[in-house]
């Protein structure tokens, strides 16, 4: 069976429902597709979750570098086991320099998949024929120049195996509604490739990595929740569903429960090695995935899933005020342990020192205890004396907006910072002079451009 994955980025469930409904009433109703409302996200940005997606692991633990090349690090994609059993590949990315593997990383030495757009990509996106503005390149939707690709891609191999990734960003990353621009050319395409019967052996995966990451939206508590949500539809062919009423009743089973692009990566890899019995055995462990055609527990954890306590939902919160000295204490404390990485970095020559300008807000987290172990260095503190907060500030010089998560382990006083820092407006240009993605989030480069 042939895989599609058609990424919309940073596009959560609801923010289907209100800006993408057509393709949504299109998935559900005229294409039988299964929808999990319950999809996690394992990491901040696009790179991790598609990481995850396309490895089974995070880049943290693969020890993931930005300063070496993607296909030079021992680690392996998907589209490598799909091509080793004969399928063609195709990666097709919407923005060159936004895009998954090359944005403020090294990229790939070699071609990853068969098909890869990035190239013509980059050609049209330096050419006088594109606009910025609209996304358009000789005034058709860069969007539209893509599903078309992929539509012939689809019809030419409509009897060979693929694999095939297709990931839009441009007009749905920046902006809360801009799903509604691309709504009817997600709509027109599904019905394209339906109505040609191009799915007839393809798993359809329509996804998305994470919902709205800054901007006002993501400020209120609905846009944190949506952050964390992403959309994920499933559509298996007729024919699969006839074969392995099991498998799917286990997919319908799960669609509800708490699930990761770990669990997806193991799903495709099932679907790779079906019906091959040899190699579906020697596939590896994951320490979080479960593959969608295996129950996935009702009682499952975020720590159980390997989701990060940032993007964990299971947390209940309370504010706590904003001039009590614990606010204060932890607003500093943030901005220390920012300035801290920054240090360790060794990048204070080119940024600057950042100060604490306002707290925003602060909220203690109850539920956490699950992540207690890995947070207090496995000291067996009583739960009671575990606490948990996020907190929210705006820093000097560059008018940061940043949110982390503070720990206090035991009888310490201290403050811990754990887990990735959000930012919550955009850093623009002002981080050029670094590269690792945390520092881009904090950084204010001494020198302007
Ligand atoms: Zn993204």
Redesign the pocket.
């Known amino acids: 069976m042939s895989v599609l994955v058609v990424g919309v ?2 596009m959560s469930r609801f923010n289907m429902i209100r800006s993408m409904n057509r393709t949504r009433h299109f998935l559900l109703n005229r294409m039988g597709a299964i929808e999990f409302t319950n999809y996690g996200k394992v990491g901040d ?3 991790p ?2 990481f995850a997606m396309v490895t089974g692991t995070t880049p943290e633990k693969v020890g993931w570098s930005h300063k070496k090349n993607m296909d030079r690090q021992g680690f392996r994609f998907l589209w490598e086991d799909f091509a080793d059993e004969g399928f063609r590949t195709l990666l097709d990315e919407e923005d060159p320099h936004g895009n ?1 593997f090359s944005n403020f990383k090294k990229g790939f030495v070699d071609q990853p998949t068969h098909y890869y757009s990035n190239t013509v990509e980059t050609a049209k996106k330096d050419s006088k024929l594109f606009s910025h503005h609209r996304s358009c390149f000789k005034g058709v939707a860069t969007d539209l120049i893509l599903m078309n690709h992929v539509k012939e891609f689809c019809r030419l191999f409509r009897h060979n195996p693929y694999f095939a990734i297709l990931w839009l ?1 441009r007009n749905t ?1 920046d902006e809360l509604n801009g799903g509604s621009r691309v709504d009817g050319y997600h709509e027109k395409f599904l019905s394209e490739l339906l109505k040609e019967q191009l799915l007839n052996n393809t798993l359809l995966v329509f996804m ?3 919902g709205m ?1 800054y901007g006002h939206f993501r400020k209120t508590p609905m846009g944190k929740f949506e952050e964390m949500r992403p959309l994920l539809f499933l559509v298996f062919p007729e024919w699969f569903i006839q074969a392995y009423p099991h498998l799917i009743d286990s997919v319908q089973n799960n669609a509800a429960r708490m699930t990761t692009p770990l669990d997806l990566h193991f799903t495709l890899r099932d679907v790779l090695f079906l019906n091959n019995v040899d190699n579906y055995t020697k596939r590896p462990v994951g320490e979080h995935g479960i593959s969608f055609f295996k129950k996935i527990p009702e009682n499952r954890t975020c720590v159980d899933a390997g989701i990060p306590l940032p993007y964990c939902v299971c947390l209940t919160e309370r504010p706590l005020l904003l001039h009590s000295p614990i606010a204060l204490k932890a607003g500093i404390a943030l901005v220390k342990a920012l300035n801290t990485a920054l240090t360790e970095a060794n990048v204070t020559d080119v940024c600057r020192t950042l100060k604490l300008s306002g707290l925003v807000k602060i909220m203690k987290l109850e539920g956490g205890g699950m992540y207690l172990k890995s947070f207090c260095n496995g000291q067996n503190v009583n739960q009671n004396w575990f606490k948990l907060y996020r907190v929210t500030v705006v820093v000097k010089p560059n008018e940061a907006l940043l949110e982390g998560y503070l720990v206090k382990c035991g009888n310490s006083m201290d403050f811990q910072l754990r887990g990735d820092v959000s930012r919550l407006n955009l850093y623009g240009k002002t981080s050029h002079c670094v590269y690792n993605p945390l520092l881009k989030k904090i950084c204010y480069c001494r020198e302007q451009i």
Do not use: A, E, K, Y
């Open positions: 980025d940073s940005n696009t790179f979750n598609v998954i960003s990353h998305s990595d994470h990451r």
